[in-house]
């Protein structure tokens, strides 16, 4: 069997300055998740998997920076000074943090999440909630679904698609709705055997 998913189309500026287009199927992070992943990319000795980003994590705690962002949503404007913002069709990143809970790329739509004004102890205390979904409760945190988005942050934050960094804001995402037809098994194949 198969099944037709949705795929995310993100516009922004490269780092080399020129115009850049993306597609990506799971999660695009700008702000303080692009400067984790640039920072593992940097370690000396590169720790594999989750232990590397969760390190390089620690370190951009140190450095923890706001963007003021101005953003449309479906035509809906939001203004908020955010650390991080996520866009996802997928659940996952980071090594198994759950970011978008209520994201799926059968669902036409992104799940938007905004980290707003968080401290560096906000941080810490949120996650371990990251990896089992449960970080949308916090004050702080919202989440949008939207299928049509645009950014602007200052200062500019760098962008990654799928663990790679891609450029900076501005940008635009837009969601191509059943662009991609996966494998999946049938329900029938996934359920025992009763012979």
Do not use: W
Request: proline content about 6%; overall charge positive.
């Amino acid at each position: 069997a198969t099944l037709a998913v949705s795929l995310g189309l993100v516009c922004l500026q490269g780092f080399d300055g020129r115009p850049r287009r993306r597609v990506f199927i799971n999660v695009l992070g700008l702000g303080f998740d692009a400067r984790v992943i640039a920072g593992f990319r940097q370690q000396r000795l590169r720790l594999p998997g989750k232990t590397g980003y969760f390190l390089s994590g620690v370190k951009q705690l140190v450095r923890l920076t706001h963007h003021r962002i101005t953003a449309e949503l479906d035509g809906c404007s939001l203004s908020s000074e955010a650390m991080l913002v996520a866009i996802g069709l997928g659940r996952y990143f980071g090594g198994g943090m759950m970011i978008a809970p209520g994201a799926s790329p059968q669902a036409g739509h992104f799940q938007v999440l905004l980290a707003q004004k968080l401290s560096r102890l906000d941080l810490l205390c949120l996650l371990p909630r990251l990896y089992c979904g449960r970080h949308l409760d916090h004050p702080r945190i919202q989440a949008i679904d939207a299928s049509s988005i645009t950014i602007h942050a200052d200062p500019p934050a760098d962008v990654e698609a799928e663990g790679e960094l891609e450029g900076t804001t501005p940008l635009t995402v837009t969601i191509i709705p059943r662009a991609l037809r996966i494998a999946a098994p049938s329900l029938a194949a996934a359920l025992p055997s009763r012979a």
